[in-house]
């Protein structure tokens, strides 16, 4: 009995390729979780000031001190400043940063632990 190199073709004369993903290095996908985090996390700052630019700009926050200083007395609570959004946001991004990091490699390990039972996601490649 002979083995063949020559992988499998299609009635077209593509080749096709069978492939099973049985590991996920943890670290990997931890690395990768970081630069998705970090992306995820410019864009909520950037979100988070443009909302506040609009609504401080829209006058949102005075309106409301206005109204809540008409019917109470007092000085409205909202004092919002860009400084105090980018702050707060800066926080945000960091804690998501690190949450989703540790995510991915948390998710990595259950793929490796359920593909050890199953043997894995199998994919097939063909070329066009």
């Known amino acids: 009995m002979t083995s063949s190199t020559v992988p499998p073709q299609t009635a077209n004369g593509a080749r096709v390729a069978t492939l099973r993903l049985r590991r996920i290095d943890p670290w990997s996908a931890m690395k990768t979780g970081f630069?998705?985090?970090?992306?995820?996390?410019?864009?909520?700052?950037?979100a988070a000031v443009l909302v506040y630019l609009f609504a401080s700009s829209a006058g949102v926050f005075a309106s409301f001190n206005e109204t809540f200083s008409e019917l109470t007395g007092n000085?409205?609570?909202?004092?919002?400043?860009?400084?105090?959004?980018?702050?707060?946001?800066?926080?945000?991004?960091?804690?998501?940063a690190v949450v989703l990091t540790?995510?991915?490699a948390v998710i990595a390990m259950l793929y490796n632990a359920a593909a050890m039972v199953t043997g894995g996601v199998s994919v097939k490649l063909a070329e066009d």
């Open 75 to 96: 000085e409205g609570p909202l004092t919002f400043t860009l400084f105090g959004v980018l702050t707060v946001s800066l926080v945000f991004a960091v804690i998501e």
């Open 35 to 46: 630069v998705f985090a970090v992306g995820l996390g410019v864009m909520y700052i950037i």
């Open 102 to 104: 540790l995510l991915f």
